[in-house]
């Protein structure tokens, strides 16, 4: 299956760059590119790329502001943030997560890290780069805590509730299977449940939601 990709930042060169590396790959398209964040904002309502790798820093509206735009708009459900920038600010990696990306990447990392971040995004998980720790999560959280209404937690079943917290402290779905002696499926089936009744987007949200409810402490 092809993943169309869109682009934005403010540099042609770097766009140009993305382009020749992305569309060397059999099954990633490029659909369009976006030079600030109001352009990509647009850009994701007219193409509605699978995957945006988008810029932080860019001229206008920022890359966190349209993420926030295109993460909410009722039209983006398909529409997957992958944050790609030279900075890696703490707390531009909280703020991002926060904004409804689907992964932080860096842009020194190799076109193959690249081109496994976007199919991993593509396929609706969430990605980290492997310097960002769940250590700077945690620290954020701590720091912007805000108790979510308890009845949101209380409408998980304890297994969900269990998942939750494994999910949130960084295991994969087979490392979750291997702790709880069920199968992979049923652990995706888990968190499928419990995104939908959070009424949360994905495994990012998912952490992000888990930290600032209070059912994971930070630094634990």
């Known amino acids: 299956m092809t993943c169309r990709v869109g682009l934005a930042d403010d540099q042609q060169v770097v766009r140009a760059g993305f382009r020749l590396i992305l569309e060397s790959e059999d ?3 490029v659909v369009g590119e976006a030079a600030d964040g109001r352009q990509a904002v647009e850009l994701a ?38 944050i790609l920038t030279t900075f890696e600010r703490d707390e531009y990696v909280f703020e991002a997560l926060r904004a409804g990306a689907g992964g932080f990447l860096l842009k020194n990392s190799s ?22 720790t ?9 720091l912007t805590v805000r108790p979510r209404p308890p009845g949101r937690l209380d409408g998980l079943t304890d297994r969900e509730t269990e998942v939750l917290q494994l999910v949130a402290a960084g295991h ?3 490392e979750i299977a291997g702790r709880l002696y069920v199968g992979e499926a049923t652990v995706k089936t888990h968190v499928s449940h419990l995104l939908t009744k959070l009424g949360l987007r994905d495994r990012v949200q998912a952490v992000v939601f888990a930290y600032e409810s209070g059912l994971i402490r930070p630094g634990v």
């Open 111 to 132: 076109p193959e890290d690249l081109i496994q971040a976007i199919r991993i995004v593509a396929a609706g998980e969430s990605l980290l780069a492997p310097s960002v």
């Open 45 to 82: 309502r007219s193409a509605r790329p699978d995957v945006l790798l988008m810029d932080i820093q860019m001229p206008g509206m920022d890359g966190l502001a349209a993420t926030r735009e295109i993460m909410t708009a009722p039209w983006s459900a398909d529409v997957r943030v992958l």
């Open 172 to 174: 994969s779905n087979a």
């Open 27 to 29: 099954d990633l398209v």
């Open 134 to 142: 769940r250590r700077v999560i945690a620290e954020f959280a701590r």
